[in-house]
């Protein structure tokens, strides 16, 4: 049985890797850190991890991506969207006015990650603007705190399988500033995987680190993909974090990474003095609009 390293029960990490596997027995491993959901997999506790990297609302996320390319070396196995629906958590009762409606006024302090509260701040500004906003380390940690503190007036911004899990109320259902909120999951691991279901595209994940005092360097990389067809689904430049002003590029490629094109546009681009890196070659699955959710 694998076994796979996630944040914690309930948060939409949890609800997306349950989707993925469907009905092969996993065995699933609990962190509250996403460094231990990493170092995990790179200590041999697990055999994969589940890393939440890019967001439909928020884009990247960036300390994930971080891990990802500088803290370890683990390829990426697999890719899969998985839709965000955030909902208002906490025990109903506490919010009741005298007439028996929710009273959004009632809340002082609204907790969740970051990456969701930030997927909701239409709703807070409308509903609860007088709420704290505190971040945590994920939804469900959120949920977990605001069961544990009582008669506060403390609320969640969470997953359902998040208030099923700590047997609180969904109060209000979607609450995200937009309803066509995905997330990017992929699966990082040592060896590869293969699912039942089929995969919609092969895509190869890559790091560019361009030589100092190359003018036009970038250009002549994206040339390199440009003349050969080869379709780039995303380009992001992060910090290399050794200088002021250095950037490697983070760089999507929709094929293979043994395809004798891909392979010639690394060698081109080698031969600029850039660095490159790949990150993994793996399949994408997308979400399935009948799952349940």
Not at 60 to 68: E, F, K, T
Not at 112 to 122: G, I, L, T
Not at 144 to 165: E, M, R, S, Y
Not at 263 to 288: D, H, M, N, T, W
Request: aromatic letters at 8%.
């Amino acid at each position: 049985m694998k076994k796979i390293a996630l944040l914690p029960e309930g948060s939409v990490s949890h609800e997306a890797v349950l989707h993925l596997f469907g009905d092969e027995p996993v065995e699933l491993l609990y962190y509250k850190l996403i460094s231990d959901v990493f170092l995990s997999t790179v200590q041999g506790k697990s055999d994969y991890s589940v890393i939440p990297i890019e967001n439909t609302i928020e884009g990247s996320v960036s300390l994930h991506m971080d891990w990802l390319v500088n803290e370890v070396d683990i390829p990426m196995q697999a890719e899969w969207v998985y839709p965000s629906i955030q909902n208002l958590i906490g025990k109903q009762e506490q919010f009741l006015s005298d007439s028996g409606e929710l009273d959004y006024s009632k809340i002082t302090k609204i907790l969740s990650h970051p990456v969701a509260s930030a997927q909701c701040q239409q709703f807070i500004r409308k509903y609860a603007p007088q709420a704290e906003v505190e971040n945590v380390g994920s939804t469900s940690e959120a949920v977990h705190i605001v069961k544990n503190n009582p008669g506060q007036g403390w609320a969640a911004i969470g997953t359902a399988l998040g208030a099923a899990t700590h047997e609180l109320d969904v109060m209000a259902k979607r609450v995200t500033d937009h309803d066509n909120n995905f997330t990017r999951f992929v699966l990082i691991g040592p060896e590869p995987i293969s699912f039942v279901r089929p995969n919609e595209q092969i895509k190869t994940s890559v790091t560019v680190t361009l030589p100092e005092d190359f003018p036009g360097a970038l250009h002549q990389v994206l040339s390199a993909f440009a003349w050969r067809r080869l379709n780039l689904s995303r380009i992001e430049s992060r910090p290399t974090k050794k200088k002021l002003g250095n950037y490697y590029f983070y760089i999507d490629i929709l094929d293979e990474v043994n395809s004798i094109l891909l392979q010639a546009a690394i060698a081109e681009i080698e031969a600029l003095g850039c660095q490159v890196r790949v990150l993994g070659s793996y399949p994408c699955y997308k979400f399935e609009s009948h799952v349940r959710v």
